[in-house]
């Protein structure tokens, strides 16, 4: 069964979001600057966010069909 490239890139992009939190995580544990860790963390919650919804416009993301297969 071949996986649906936007299914791919969703959870490519929802495991760089949960690696970036644990790195903002880190930097402000040791009181480091996590500016660009923040601003990279919120385009990449962008993205993911705008790549669902075009899924889900698109019915690409139907869970029962994803069973079935």
Do not use: C
């Not at 644990?22 to 040791?30: G, P, T, V, W």
């Not at 993911?48 to 069973?67: C, E, F, P, R, W």
């Amino acid at each position: 069964m071949e996986e649906d490239p936007d299914t791919y890139r969703i959870l490519k992009l929802r495991a760089e979001i949960l690696e970036l939190g644990s790195a903002i995580r880190q930097l402000q544990r040791e009181g480091l600057d996590d500016a660009a860790a923040q601003l990279l963390i919120t385009r990449k919650r962008a993205q993911l966010d705008h790549l669902v919804k075009m899924n889900s416009a698109n019915g690409a993301l139907n869970i029962t069909t994803a069973q079935r297969g």
